[in-house]
């Protein structure tokens, strides 16, 4: 399929164009349909699938189809809620770039910077609004925002949102709007509480899950090096010197494991820049910047922190710290290997880490590729061997009373 067949506008066709574009990311062709067709749409897919596209280009499209002359100033007619500043500036960056071959107008408003700039550009009016949920309240509050007009509403990173503790903003700010709107729902991940929400928030809507160990795997080389915690500096150090090149974002668990290991590879000569939610935006802004520059050739990073921040060429990602959701694993290492390119993922496992591993390699449905050859190894953790099916064969295909009665979800 190419992006001339999903009957979008001429305008928007030829920003897509100008971007490079020519074929759609597989959640862009199995959202844009329905999301054309007005219906109410749940997806289910990483950053990095190219999923801010999979909103922004229909909901251009749609308010582009009814498009009237109207009384100043604009009232806003489609709001993207966002968790994260750095992801309420990345979308509003995609909307401009698809609409400015259009007279649409959008505006993003976050927290940690002054109130009333964002006041004067919202008392102008706009058509789109991306807005955090704090931010989004307090203006609300301040009576300079009426969602009263909207017509489509999205939930973006709607599980981080709920990590975050934002859900309660949500169901506030949903209620705000009007009852009669199209309602859209983008996730990583789909755990029982925005199931929950959903439910609550969206009528009917059409269910849309990409696979994440699918759509990263292909394009990424994935290597895992056992060694004992004390020594992951040390590996880290070797690996810079000897094997790794180029643009490369570590991700570690902790801010203080960011700012230690930020101090350590500075002294040794690496131009290295870091953010973690202790900074401030203006600190994280210019980190981003300075590693998108090329003024810092390693970013270290936190994964709140680094969620939907959009960085192009990565050459590598290391895993100092290995998650302990294997979901988080494929959001880490799609950072590389975009847009087909491709991109390799260092992954550092010390013994309180095996089982982190194991879940990550069920997900991925392969073992990760294992380097023994390195100066600082540890004892591998034994794989389990397959235990043979001892059932009988009477009680093979017979399912127990709680199993048949168990509720099916979607998810």
Request: hydrophobic residues 35%; proline residues 5%; contains cysteine.
């Amino acid at each position: 399929m190419q992006f001339t067949e999903l009957q979008l506008n001429a305008s928007l066709l030829k920003a897509i164009a100008e971007e490079r574009f020519q074929t759609p990311t597989q959640v862009q062709e199995q959202a844009i349909p329905p999301i054309l067709a007005k219906k109410n749409v749940i997806v289910s897919a990483q950053t990095g699938t190219g999923k801010t596209a999979a909103f922004a280009l229909p909901i251009l499209q749609l308010l582009l189809d009814r498009l009237a002359p109207e009384k100043k100033p604009k009232r806003i007619k489609s709001l993207i809620v966002t968790p994260t500043r750095e992801l309420c500036l990345q979308i509003e960056a995609n909307f401009k770039s698809y609409a400015k071959h259009t007279d649409l107008t959008t505006t993003a408003v976050y927290g940690g910077v002054s109130l009333a700039p964002q006041k004067e550009i919202l008392k102008e009016g706009v058509d789109i609004l991306i807005a955090t949920p704090g931010r989004l309240i307090d203006l609300h509050k301040q009576g300079a925002i009426d969602l009263r007009a909207i017509e489509i509403f999205v939930l973006d990173e709607a599980d981080l949102m709920l990590d975050m503790g934002f859900i309660n903003d949500v169901t506030t700010i949903e209620s705000l709007c009007p009852r009669k709107k199209q309602s859209l729902l983008f996730s990583a991940t789909i755990p029982d509480k925005i199931v929950a929400l959903s439910e609550t928030m969206i009528k009917n809507p059409i269910i849309i899950k990409i696979n994440p160990a699918e759509t990263t795997a292909k394009t990424i080389g994935q290597l895992l090096y056992y060694s004992p915690k004390k020594n992951k500096t040390d590996l880290c150090l070797y690996l810079l010197r000897n094997t790794i090149n180029g643009k490369i974002i570590i991700f570690r668990r902790t801010r203080i494991g960011v700012d230690k290991l930020e101090e350590t590879l500075s002294k040794n000569g690496y131009k290295v820049t870091s953010i973690h939610g202790e900074k401030t935006q203006i600190i994280r802004n210019k980190a981003i910047e300075d590693f998108k520059n090329k003024k810092a050739t390693i970013l270290i990073a936190t994964d709140v922190a680094a969620r939907g921040i959009d960085i192009n060429n990565v050459d590598a990602i290391i895993n100092f710290d290995i998650p302990n959701i294997p979901e988080t694993y494929i959001h880490r290492i799609g950072r590389t290997g975009r847009a087909g390119k491709s991109g390799i993922a260092f992954s550092f496992c010390s013994p309180d880490e095996d089982a982190y591993i194991k879940t990550i390699e069920e997900l991925l449905q392969r073992p990760i590729k294992v380097i023994t050859d390195h100066p600082y190894p540890r004892v591998q953790p034994k794989k389990q061997k397959k235990q043979p099916n001892t059932i009988s064969k009477h009680k093979k295909g017979r399912k127990s009373e709680a199993s048949k009665k168990k509720k099916k979800r979607w998810y």
